[in-house]
T-cell receptor, first 112, second 114 residues
Framework: TQLLEQSPQFLSIQEGENLTVYCNSS?????LQWYRQEPGEGPVLLVT?????EVKKLKRLTFQFGDARKDSSLHITAAQPGDTGLYLC????????????FGKGTKLSVKP | ETGVTQTPRHLVMGMTNKKSLKCEQH?????MYWYKQSAKKPLELMFV???????ENNSVPSRFSPECPNSSHLFLHLHTLQPEDSALYLC?????????????FGAGTRLSVL
């Protein structure tokens, strides 16, 4: 079974705090994507990581792909209420299989 | 605005009704997808179309019937649904099924089956 485990499932923090969420699998991915989904909306792509060990930054968000390309993390610095949402990771095996495997997500709430 | 538009945004239907969900993408993509999103579950891939041909049907009950008349439009026809089919139905598109498979999602249709 292809599984992506995300942790924590829920996270409630105060504005200004830092946080890290994780995405883990026993499988090796060709690439991995992070999406954010706000209530009542569809997931919106934040970043794609491809190379083992790769680090990408998007303003206060830092994404890292594990060296073995089996796991990833998302770190948010100085969280703001606008960061509230469901963070989904999705792994892509590549080749002819062509489908994304999604985790259940981390539901983040940032209180003012 | 992601370039993928879904209608309606909300739908309430009885178990004996027939309704259709519509998805339109303005991105020039060649692949389109239907997903089901339920509470406490990962997104479930239902159907995949590539160049207007159905290439995947993930053991979805026959009460869900997809249709892809052209590369920009995707429909999901619903009939005799069950209450457990209540969920958010998401449409997505991607350039193709390779190239990292970056998918762009619509806002979804929130379906309630009474």
């Amino acid at each position: 079974t292809q599984l992506l485990e995300q942790s924590p499932q829920f996270l409630s923090i105060q504005e200004g705090e830092n946080l890290t969420v994780y995405c883990n699998s026993s499988s090796v991915f060709s690439s991995l994507q992070w999406y954010r989904q706000e209530p009542g909306e569809g997931p919106v792509l934040l970043v794609t990581v491809v190379t083992g060990g790769e680090v990408k930054k998007l303003k206060r968000l830092t994404f890292q792909f594990g060296d073995a390309r089996k796991d990833s993390s998302l770190h948010i610095t100085a969280a703001q209420p606008g960061d509230t949402g469901l963070y989904l990771c999705a792994g892509y095996y590549g080749g002819s299989q062509g489908n994304l495997i999604f985790g259940k997500g981390t539901k983040l709430s940032v209180k003012p | 605005e992601t370039g993928v538009t879904q209608t309606p945004r909300h739908l309430v239907m009885g178990m004996t009704n027939k309704k259709s969900l519509k998805c339109e993408q303005h991105l020039g993509h060649n692949a389109m997808y239907w997903y089901k999103q339920s509470a406490k579950k990962p997104l479930e891939l239902m159907f995949v179309y590539s160049l207007e041909e159905r290439v995947e049907n993930n053991s979805v009950p026959s009460r869900f019937s997809p249709e892809c008349p052209n590369s920009s439009h995707l429909f999901l026809h619903l009939h005799t649904l069950q209450p457990e089919d209540s969920a958010l139905y998401l449409c997505a598109s991607s350039q193709d099924r390779v190239s990292k498979n970056i998918q762009y999602f619509g806002a979804g249709t929130r379906l309630s089956v009474l």
